[in-house]
């Protein structure tokens, strides 16, 4: 495990907050064309933050940058149900996921099995809770079944599993290299990550 410096958490908290709001959805045009960055987000604030507190703010967050966007930015609010409550705990499936990846984390090619493991938990769970909600409970589907669920799944989980992968990555090469480079300067420090 890994435990960064206040300056640190605060350093990369910012940068996570920047990132959700110039990603998700189209809340600021300029800038629209990039992937949603929302389910990377709360992982990686798992992962890096240690208080409990960022997860409510990123939740905060996401609710703040829907409504605005649905309020006054003219952005359909078809994805506004009662089922948006189960992105709680969708999104807290990630955080949950990469809290459990912090605590296995060893700068050594061993970690890349929980990493993946807690990717593919936080995703899986993640999907189940946001499409299933959506799909069961937003009032927008007569007649769901189970059949149509899966082949939703089939369609549309890729793209999120994509969009997850790409921040991610640059996440995990950014991670690599400030690690490398403190290695470095201190190679007496055995717990380096």
């Given amino acids: 495990m890994f435990i960064l410096s206040t300056r640190n958490q605060m350093g990369i908290g910012l940068a996570l907050v920047l990132l ?56 359909s609010g078809f994805c506004l149900t009662p089922a948006y409550v189960f992105l709680l705990p969708a999104y807290t499936s990630l955080w949950l996921a990469g809290r459990w990846y912090a605590n296995q984390h060893r700068f050594t090619w061993r970690t890349l099995m929980p990493l993946s493991l807690s990717m593919i938990a936080g995703l899986t769970l993640c999907e189940l809770f946001s499409s299933g909600g959506f799909y069961f409970f937003s009032g927008r589907f007569e007649d769901t079944t189970w059949v149509e669920f899966g082949e939703r799944l089939i369609t549309f989980f890729p793209m999120y599993i994509e969009s997850f992968l790409f921040y ?19 190679p007496h420090n055995t717990t380096t990550g």
Avoid: E, K
């Avoid at 996440?171 to 290299?177: G, L, V, Y």
């Fill in 20 to 75: 959700m709001m110039i990603t998700r959805g189209h809340h600021f045009a300029s800038l629209h064309s990039l992937p949603g960055a929302s389910w990377a987000v709360f992982f990686l604030a798992g992962v890096y933050l240690r208080s409990a507190w960022p997860l409510l703010g990123f939740l905060a967050l996401c609710w703040g940058l829907d409504f605005a966007a649905y309020t006054w930015g003219g952005t």
């Fill in 168 to 186: 991610a990555g640059i996440a995990i090469i950014t991670h690599a290299a400030f690690a490398l480079i403190r290695q470095q300067f201190n």
